[in-house]
């Protein structure tokens, strides 16, 4: 198990741009979207800390931009990051799919895409998995639905 | 034999001439047909009714339940609620199915169980039709039923349907061989097909005794094979719930499903029967060679019982079968049936033959 | 081959015991147990608004309840009635519990601070009309309890 | 007429014949639709499709406080709602930075492997009745009955009894709580053996169980799949190991692993994860540390800004709950990672080739509880 110093410093020599932000539980890995596939592959195959297990995928919506969030953890060494990617492009967000990496990922972008709207690259099957095609997103925070949730 | 207070033949033999003083021979060979065929039906509807019944209170007790009881006594009116509950249902049909097809196997089904009735002797003296080839009658006609059953999967037009009648299908015509070559063994013993005739050679020890072990094998084999042919669990594939809802029967209601219903379990009723009738000496008492004042007394509990309780015994082997064992895959049913019941009954005829050409049998 | 014929016996004695032995039988007859059925003092049947012998009650009306509960399942509406010096006071009027869409998560009944709600123990529940499960808790002409000062 | 018959039942131009398990089916254990395509009895692949019964659980979460978020969670895997609760509590606490007292955590912990044991015994009945051996439905059932019954007393309600609060738990536990526990462990102790004759030793249950499907362990850290059913494959996934919350630090227990990888090794894992749970039962029920049964906790809670990650060991695997807080009453966002979503959708990787009747088998032996999945 690597400290989280070391971590760090393995991390930020993977790729240009990744951010670290303090003060968290977790260790946070901020990348640019464009490097976001390329950096899980790097610690996924990296020898040294070989994040193999996706433990969730996720997305928030902070209202101005929409962030992806992984949580990645190493079956072998037991050590956990947090690799999150910001998009802020809210009409048409798109990030590359962790599918090739991880076959979980499937299903949780295919959850991601279906509640948020979020499209990924070359994903094998991106579908709507619970709601129909022509309803809106619902874990986005504009989302309105008049008829189904009282606000309170 | 000294067993004839109970003769059923004085019975028969007295109502035919009571008959024959009445109308010319041709009405009295009709009026007996029809009271044949009345009690039969009488017999075929009580019996399915009573089988139910236990089946219910058998699998409740197993299962640390109570089963069937509140209606009636004990719950003894419950099939009977359930027979009217059925008979009301709506008869639904099936788009796209083939309505002659769908409409006529349950009655394949239960004419094929009805037919096998005919030739079991019941009692010393009660039996229909006593055929000489009566062992293969029966065989025959019981698997009559594996027609309306590939009918029934066939036309109802759907997929859970078809796929449990060519899993019925396959399970029946393989496991056919083995309840032959079994029945078989006993056969070569007694050296007669007629069911009556098997039946008084075992007056001095039933088969399954008498046979050495080669008999107890055809036995065991006849037990799961003729589990096997009656579509009951551990074999029950053909109606698996878990897998295929309910297999060949998915898509009857109302009437049609209980036909199916009725017949399944008149089937176990047939299968235990034809087994007692060849194995555990029919309505023969159960005699143990020198004891005289034993045998007397066994003389005294009348044939019938002793056919229906040794029936009722098989009955309730395979329902015991059911409620403990889990259900087989298809290749291992059939890799069952072909690699080991197949072989070790063949075998066992040569044994047999072998034994009764020495004459080694009692 | 010989393992798996004593492995089935195996299994089938353990049926045939409990065939055996119908003592073992554990189902409860319901309707017919219901006078010697026992129910837990904390089981969770609905809620309740106990009343004393006087018809009284322990609800303020302060809609803590109503605010705790997540499916709205509880409405209050209070009446403004004059006390003894002639100052307007805040009563409770009708305690409304919606039963059909409670979730049993006690959050009213802990929250609560005076007290006034409690388990009961009913548990049928069946009624044909779905109104039906909407009740007024506090029973009618009941009052506050006063504390002694 | 025979023509439309067939036409009607092969589907296509491929001849793929596709099944439809579902939505009502008596082996998908809820409304789920596996979307199965057939070649004679082998199943060439499946599409499960999910869905009928999602509740948006997410959603409501971001318009409810914590206490409330509770009862929510419940809903989500039924079988082990206490599990989920936990977790939820957990994450409050860490955020809130509230030690709990010695006392709740035993509680919880014993709460926890009750429920698990509760859990195993359903799921043991149910696979044996989906193989088709109908009888252990009833003995299991009989046996959860003893369990459900201590949660009856101690907190009102036997499947979704909203318990644990943040900081602690709802009431006390109630005085015949620890005999109660005592008593359903020496009763179940000798009903165990019963389980592994009538099942577990059976030749035909081993026939059905062996060498179906396969799941390696690279497919099961692939997918995801945690729990006894990874756990089956050889993943050292049990986070009461790898992190342990409650009592756990303080109780001896191995983490069961299997490294059959097929349905028989899955059983195997949740057989010895009960003995296990019973052996952490014992080590417990006697060692209740007096005390408080709630922190001191301010009656609105407001998480501060930030966000929280926690992961805890259902019956079914890992349960993760990943909080956004904006430092308002209700989170801004709340994703619970269930066990059942990734367990589920490894069924098309492991049960391609294989006939329906290991389908069946295999369902049953991931365990699938559907309103974890839909949420």
């Known amino acids: ?66 962030t992806v969030v992984c949580h990645l953890e190493s079956t072998e060494f ?20 962790l599918t090739a990496l991880y076959p979980a990922a499937e299903y949780f972008e295919r959850e991601i895409f279906d509640l948020f709207g979020i499209r990924f690259n070359n994903h094998p099957n991106l579908k709507r998995l619970f709601l129909e095609d022509d309803y809106g997103y619902p874990l986005r925070k504009d989302f309105r639905d008049e008829i189904n949730i009282i606000e309170r | 034999m000294s067993s004839n207070i109970f003769d059923f033949a004085t019975l028969t033999g007295s109502v035919h001439s009571w008959l024959s ?96 009735m005919a030739a079991l002797p019941y009692a010393k003296g009660l039996q229909a039709i006593d055929f000489n080839i009566g062992v293969f009658y029966v065989m025959a006609v019981s698997s009559l039923g594996v027609v309306g059953i590939l009918l029934a999967g066939w036309s109802s037009n ?67 094979a003729s589990t096997a042919e009656i579509n009951r669990g551990p074999f029950d594939l053909a109606e698996a719930e878990s897998e295929l809802t309910a297999g060949f029967h998915t898509e009857y209601s109302g009437i049609k499903f209980a036909f199916f219903f009725l017949a399944e379990y008149m089937n176990m009723f047939i299968v235990s029967a034809l087994g007692a009738t060849v194995f555990l000496g029919g309505w023969m008492p159960f005699h143990i060679g020198e004891w005289e004042g034993f045998n007397q007394i066994m003389d005294y509990i009348p044939s019938v019982v002793w056919f229906f309780g040794k029936t009722f015994f098989l009955i309730l082997i395979i329902m015991w079968f059911k409620w403990t064992f889990p259900r087989l895959r298809i290749d291992q049913l059939l890799t069952l049936e072909w690699k080991y019941l197949l072989p070790i009954s063949l075998f066992n005829i040569v044994l047999i033959a072998f034994l009764v050409l020495m004459g080694w049998h009692f | 081959m010989f393992r798996g014929i004593s492995s089935l016996w195996a299994g089938m004695r353990i049926t045939g015991k409990y065939f055996f032995s119908p003592r073992a039988i554990v189902t409860q007859q319901y309707p017919e147990n219901r006078a010697t059925l026992k129910m837990e003092e904390r089981f969770k049947g609905e809620v309740t608004m106990p009343h004393d012998e006087n018809n009284q009650h322990a609800c303020t009306g302060c809609g803590i309840c109503e605010m705790n509960c997540p499916n709205g399942s509880i409405e209050i509406l209070t009446d403004r009635i004059p006390n003894a010096e002639g100052k307007m006071e ?28 409690a388990w009961g123990q009913k548990f049928e529940h069946a009624v044909f009309d779905r109104s039906k499960l909407t009740k007024v808790l506090n029973q009618p002409g009941s009052k506050i309890r006063k504390e002694a000062k | 007429m025979s023509e439309e018959i067939i036409k009607d039942v092969i589907v296509g131009e491929n001849e793929d014949y596709i099944i439809n398990m579902g939505p009502q089916h008596p082996s998908t254990h809820g409304v789920l639709r596996l979307e199965v395509c057939l070649k004679g009895e082998t199943v060439k692949y499946l599409i499960p499709h999910i869905g009928y019964i999602h ?171 945690t729990g006894p059913s990874g756990r089956g494959s050889g993943f050292s996934c049990d986070i009461r190991k790898i992190a342990p919350y409650g009592a756990y630090d303080k109780v001896q227990f191995n983490e069961i692993l299997e490294t059959g990888g097929d349905v028989f090794a899955r059983y195997q894992v949740r057989m010895a994860e009960m003995r296990e749970s019973l052996s952490i039962l014992e080590q417990l029920v006697d060692n209740i540390p007096e005390g408080d049964f709630t922190a001191k906790m301010k009656p609105i809670i407001k998480l501060p800004a930030g966000e929280y990650f926690r992961r805890v060991e259902t019956a079914r695997g890992e349960l993760a709950v990943y909080v956004v807080s904006d430092g308002n009453k209700s989170p801004y966002r709340m994703k619970f990672r269930t066990p059942n979503f990734s367990n589920l959708f490894v069924m098309n990787e492991i049960a391609a080739g294989c006939k329906i009747a290991d389908l069946i088998a295999i369902s049953g032996s991931l365990d699938l509880v559907i309103p974890d999945i839909d949420r």
């Open chain 1, 78 to 97: 037991r050590h956990m990051v947090v690799l999150k990617a910001n998009l802020t492009d809210r009409e048409n967000p798109a990030i590359d799919s």
């Open chain 1, 1 to 66: 198990m690597l400290s989280r110093e070391e971590l760090t410093n393995i991390i930020s020599g993977l790729v240009p741009g990744a951010e670290f932000p303090e003060g968290k539980q977790l260790l946070e890995v901020i990348v640019p979207a464009e490097s976001y596939f390329s950096l899980a592959e790097k610690l996924k195959s990296d020898p040294k800390i070989a994040f193999n297990y996706l433990i969730t995928q996720t997305a928030v919506d902070f209202q101005t931009y929409m």
């Open chain 2, 21 to 116: 003083g009445m109308m010319s021979s041709g009405w009295v060979i009709f009026t007996e047909m029809v009271l044949v065929g009345l009690v039969f039906l009488l017999m075929y509807a009580l019996i399915g009714l009573f089988l139910v019944y236990l089946e219910r209170k058998v699998c409740a007790i197993i299962q640390n339940r109570v089963g069937p009881n509140r209606v009636g006594k004990w719950g003894l009116l419950q099939t009977i609620a359930d027979l009217i509950k059925l008979l009301l249902k709506e008869l639904i049909p099936i788009r796209k199915s083939d309505p002659l097809l769908f409409n006529l196997a349950p009655f394949i089904v239960i004419i094929a169980s009805f037919l096998a």
């Open chain 3, 90 to 117: 805040r009563v409770i009027d009708k305690h409304i519990y919606h039963l059909s869409m409670c979730t049993f998560c006690e959050l009213c009944i802990k929250t609560c601070p005076s007290n006034a709600l």
């Open chain 2, 158 to 224: 759907s997929k859970y349907s078809l796929i449990g009648a060519m899993r019925s299908g396959a399970q029946i015509v393989s496991y056919e061989l083995s309840v032959g070559l079994s029945l078989l063994a006993i056969v070569v013993f007694s050296g007669s097909m007629q069911l009556s005739t098997i039946v008084e050679s075992q007056a001095n020890g039933w088969w399954i005794f008498k046979g050495h072990i080669p008999a107890i094998i055809s036995f065991i084999v006849f037990l799961i």
């Open chain 4, 55 to 225: 509740r948006g659980i997410e959603k409501m979460c971001e318009a409810n406080t914590y206490q409330q978020i509770i009862h929510l969670t419940d809903r989500m895997d039924y079988l082990s709602a206490h599990m989920n609760n936990e977790a939820v509590c957990m994450v409050v606490e860490d955020a809130m930075q509230v030690e709990v007292p010695e006392r709740v955590k035993y509680i919880r912990t014993i709460l926890n492997e009750l429920n698990r044991l509760a859990s195993h015994q359903l799921w043991w009945c149910a696979f044996g009745m989906d193989l088709g051996a109908l009888t252990t439905f009833f003995y299991g059932l009989r046996d959860r009955e003893m369990i459900l019954d201590i949660f009856e007393e101690s907190f009102g309600s036997r499947l979704l009894h909203s318990f644990n609060t943040p900081g602690g738990l709802m009431h006390d536990v109630h005085p015949n709580f620890q005999n109660r526990i005592k008593e359903f462990i020496s009763y179940f102790r000798k009903k165990l053996p019963e389980y592994d004759q009538l099942l577990t030793g059976n030749v035909i249950f081993q026939e059905r169980a062996k060498g179906v499907g396969f799941m390696s362990k690279e497919t099961a850290i692939g997918y995801g799949v």
